[in-house]
């Protein structure tokens, strides 16, 4: 397989990639698709750019990727997706840039809002992204994009804080072009929609 034959919009179930078989489109966006894939009974998440190395809009597309890769060598956290292997498709210095992911079911904490969540699953969430938030605070890690379409729900319930394509930290080699000073104003913002309760406390978090 060539680079040039190689459409990583184009793939098809059972279709391999790095070594693994494709299941299914999980999600795109204006830079990447990610797909779920499986080998050995074990399923990830492949996320890779759209564009091989080579040009100025590839390398472009690429720095998304960087930055994701970056910032998940960085912080670890039960809740934060998990980076497990890098690298490029089909040629290994050529090729399109992949990152390989934990794998997760595609619902959304928006969906989690939307099927309507209880006073106690509220503050359980609440709880464990101020922990992720706390845990990235101390590697000085903006996410930048803190949202309810990036934080997952998984099916115990609990979070898990995804696409790290914007983020920013000191230090870091591919700063986004737009800064942003937090990647949300309240941290309860995110559940503005939900059965409002007392306990959840009016502070301020940055990402």
Known sequence: MSTP?????????????????????????????????????????????????????AQHLEEYLEREAGALRLVRHPCIIRLHAEGRWPDPVHGFRYLLLDYAENTTLKDAKRRGMNPKQTVAMFSKLAQVIGAMRRVRLNHG???????????????????????????????????????????????????????IPSKRYSS
């Open 5 to 57: 034959s190689f459409d990583p919009v184009s793939l098809k179930p059972s279709d391999e990639v790095a070594g693994w078989r494709v299941l299914s489109r999980w999600r795109q966006d204006a830079f990447s698709i990610t797909w779920a894939v499986e080998r050995a009974g074990v399923r990830r998440l492949l996320r890779i750019a759209l564009l091989p190395r080579g040009s100025a809009e």
């Open 145 to 199: 994009s803190i949202q309810t379409d990036n934080i997952l729900v998984r099916p115990n319930g609990q979070p898990l804080l995804i696409d790290f394509s914007r983020s920013d930290w000191p230090g870091n080699p591919y700063p986004p072009l737009i800064q942003t000073a937090t990647g949300f104003g309240r941290l309860e913002d995110l559940f503005q929609d939900s059965t409002p309760d007392p306990s």
